[in-house]
């Protein structure tokens, strides 16, 4: 089961500008990223640790964060399981 830390991961502030915002989330090491879809956007997790799993809200855009419950209930098969998928669609779509 995750656990979320009170913190959240920092980025410069949209105020400051979006490429700078941009280029910070873009650093982020895919295997360090947590997404679920939200809204009209995602929300974003950095994974602090793998066993146990301990997350990070990123506060990237409009900053949409998951209900408890739903990461009370998620384990690391789940994020393994989408970064499975991830690379799967990728290579369909590879050029």
């Not at 656990?3 to 090491?29: M, Q, T």
């Not at 939200?38 to 855009?61: E, G, H, R, T």
């Not at 098969?77 to 369909?92: G, M, P, T, V």
Request: hydrophobic share 40%; net charge neutral.
């Amino acid at each position: 089961m995750a656990r979320v830390l009170a913190s959240e991961y920092k980025l410069p502030d949209l105020g400051n500008g979006w490429e700078a915002h941009l280029k910070a989330f873009e650093a982020i090491p895919a295997d360090r990223l947590y997404s679920h879809p939200c809204a009209d956007s995602s929300a974003y997790y950095y994974i602090v640790s793998d066993k146990p799993l301990v997350l990070q809200s990123i506060p990237f855009c409009d900053g949409w964060t998951l209900p408890s419950a739903h990461l009370r209930g998620l384990r690391l098969s789940d994020i393994e399981d989408q970064r499975a998928w991830k690379r799967s669609l990728a290579e369909l779509f590879k050029k």
